[in-house]
């Protein structure tokens, strides 16, 4: 990181904020009005200690002239995102203004000025790239943040994906343990009010796929994509299942191994590391569950990842996926998310998922969508990340805790406002009869 060229708390250089001057934030501003449609929402607040913008807006400080350069070299999400998980970027809380809420007053500021449409003049992109020659900001990209991933191989290979999935869950268990409740359950939970405590929504939320199921003691489950165990564990526990869940993740299935044993279950629950696609089983399991794992098997490879479902089920047998969806150009989630959290992850929206499902042999009897449940969900997440975070702090460093943050805050207002969803689909494997009650009750 390039250290700031004048504290940060050094007096104005341009005089008050929002008005022309010869200061960084001055000069900024009235560079960047082609661009975002006219005047700073935003409080800008830049390393020589200059001002400009909105002073009742949310506080924008760029503490050094390299979270400028990362704009230039990949404008929108990606280079913001860069900036500030390296903390070159903040946006301070301050007179109410949370991360959150600077945010969401973005996105309805962009909203509103109709910036998707937005086309500078050749006039104003000289301007911009004569005031980022006069503030001595062009140059080299700086060094990608040691938080991105830096993904290698084919797309999807077994290799790739093991890659993949270490990059965002091998950080420790007791990063997560901070983060996640008791059963460690890293998917959304079912809330019957906001005030039901994180623990009791994932105890209900596994409940509900139990009994969607139709699980009852000695069944056979096949839990694809098992995470830290939460329904592989739940299902023996509570509903007498024998269970086999299959995760890529070596840290995972470490935790889950020393719960089996600390519960007494070694004779009904068996954690394999293995790729799903690995699964030798046919037609076996008298249930399948996959939560929130179809997300990261791809769009090319998902024909195959409901082909593993239906056949590692009895013909007959029910299989529930509990999945993530999304619209628009992202099926990745955006280059924050694609760069940072989950390399390689695709979504759909949620009727194009029950096609390829149905296509690979699956008959959809239910879709139930979850999406403000998750809102919840990720309220609960982050009062824990922010109680736990000097220990997070310790165990992962402040960069990592600042991508989480973003994400986390992110995710919350994707849900909420319906960029995306999640959904559960309860289905059945044709070629027997199923025991599907024809009224349901759950």
Not at 24 to 39: D, K, M, T
Not at 40 to 68: K, M, Q, T
Request: proline share 6%; hydrophobic share 40%; glycine share 12%.
């Amino acid at each position: 990181m390039t250290a700031t060229t004048t504290p940060l708390g050094a007096p104005a250089s341009g005089g008050a904020a929002g008005a022309t001057g010869t200061g960084v934030a001055q000069r900024l501003a009235e560079a960047l009005a082609p661009f975002i449609g006219g005047s700073l929402p935003v409080l800008l607040r830049a390393w020589d200690g200059s001002e400009a913008g909105d002073p009742a807006g949310p506080v924008v400080e760029l503490r050094s002239p390299d979270a400028v350069r990362r704009l230039l070299w990949h404008p929108g999400e990606l280079g913001a995102a860069q900036a500030y998980v390296t903390g070159e970027l903040d946006v301070p809380e301050q007179d109410g203004w949370t991360l959150d809420r600077a945010l969401t007053h973005a996105f309805a500021v962009a909203r509103e000025r109709g910036l998707s449409g937005v086309r500078p003049t050749p006039s104003a992109l000289v301007k911009a790239v004569r005031t980022a020659l006069d503030m001595g900001v062009l140059g080299r990209p700086p060094a990608a943040p040691a938080s991105q991933a830096q993904i290698k191989g084919r797309l999807h290979s077994p290799l790739r994906d093991r890659r993949s999935i270490s990059h965002h869950y091998d950080l420790s268990n007791e990063f997560y343990s901070l983060i996640l409740e008791r059963s460690m359950a890293y998917s959304c939970g079912y809330h019957s009010s906001p005030e039901q405590p994180l623990e009791e929504a994932q105890d209900a939320k596994l409940s509900l796929v139990c009994t969607k199921l139709g699980l009852e003691p000695g069944m056979r489950l096949l839990d694809v994509g098992c995470g830290w165990g939460s329904m592989s564990l739940h299902a023996a526990e509570h509903f007498g299942a024998q269970v086999v869940g299959v995760t890529i993740a070596a840290e995972q299935k470490r935790f889950i191994d020393e719960r089996i044993r600390e519960r007494g279950l070694e004779d009904r629950v068996e954690i394999r590391l293995q790729d799903y696609r690995e699964v030798p089983e046919r037609d076996h399991f008298d249930a399948v569950s996959s939560i929130e794992m179809g997300e990261h098997v791809g769009q090319r490879n998902y024909p195959t990842y409901a082909e593993v479902l239906r056949r590692s089920v009895k013909p007959g047998g029910r299989v529930l996926v509990q999945q993530m969806s999304r619209t628009g150009k992202w099926p990745g989630g955006g280059p924050f998310i694609e760069s940072f959290i989950a390399p390689d992850m695709y979504m759909r929206p949620v009727g194009q998922t029950v096609g390829m499902l149905e296509r690979g042999g699956l008959e959809v009897r239910d879709v139930h969508g979850l999406r403000e449940h998750y809102v919840l969900t990720v309220a609960g997440w982050l009062e824990r990340f922010e109680a736990n975070v000097e220990r997070l702090t310790e165990l992962v460093g402040e960069e990592v805790v600042r991508v989480w943050r973003l994400y986390l805050v992110g995710g919350s207002m994707a849900f909420r406002d319906g960029r995306m969803g999640v959904d559960q689909i309860l289905m059945v494997r044709p070629g027997a009869p199923h025991t599907l009650p024809a009224v349901r009750t759950f």
